[in-house]
């Protein structure tokens, strides 16, 4: 009895939670809504992978609130990042978070720090939207501790509207095809701003005058030169 009123007690505190109760509602809708997507890629890589023995999902064990390690299940695709939506059900669960600092390996030093046992780990965080930034001090792990110390549901709100365009700036893009490449006009300046030079005309040729008087003999033309 003791041990159900403690469960109970623990459970209402953490619906009571406004992040715990923003990743139940909004995970478990964004859950439904990419479900038929979600199938249709797990599908396509077990139907990939059947001749390599290749599974289409992948296992990490990794930290989570508290220090607990966890196993975390997602697709192998990477393709329009479906490798993060698989991950909602750990969010209903609550392995994950919506937002948070990235799940690090279980075992490893960075996640060892007393900071990141504070917050469950996220789908998406401050370094992620922030990873396009020229900023020098844009650092994952500056980002991460930064978020810990300062979240609040209003931020969380923030980077929820913010991972979208970040999900496309981090997509590859298709390299732009080459122009064709143009014969130059030989009737067009290299230069296009200046104005062509005007070719200088040849000088005639100075000539010797000389007359030449013929005379016909015998149906033959026969040429006399007389000079003056």
Wanted: charged fraction near 25%; proline fraction near 12%; aromatic fraction near 4%.
């Amino acid at each position: 009895m003791e041990r159900l009123t403690a469960w109970t007690a623990g459970r209402a505190a953490r619906l009571a939670d406004p992040k715990r109760l923003l990743d139940l509602t909004l995970g478990s809708v964004l859950l439904v809504l990419a479900a038929p997507v979600l199938l249709a890629a797990a599908v396509t890589e077990a139907v990939r992978g059947r001749g390599s023995g290749r599974a289409f999902l992948t296992a990490d064990r990794r930290t989570g609130l508290h220090g607990r390690p966890f196993v975390l299940r997602a697709l192998r695709t990477r393709r329009f990042r479906l490798d993060l939506v698989s991950r909602l059900p750990h969010v209903v669960r609550g392995d994950l978070s919506l937002v948070g600092p990235a799940p690090l390996a279980h075992g490893s030093p960075a996640a060892a720090a007393p900071w990141r046992q504070l917050v469950r780990p996220g789908l998406t965080g401050l370094a992620q939207v922030r990873r396009h930034s020229p900023m020098p001090w844009d650092e994952t792990p500056l980002l991460d501790q930064h978020y810990v110390a300062h979240h609040w549901i209003g931020l969380d709100l923030l980077i929820l509207v913010r991972t979208g365009p970040a999900l496309l700036l981090a997509c590859p893009q298709p390299p732009p095809r080459p122009e064709p490449r143009r014969r130059p006009d030989p009737r067009r300046s290299p230069h296009p701003g200046r104005r062509p030079r005007p070719q200088p005309r040849p000088r005639p040729r100075a000539t010797q005058i000389t007359t030449r008087a013929t005379t016909l003999r015998r149906d033959n033309w026969v040429t006399s030169a007389r000079t003056d």
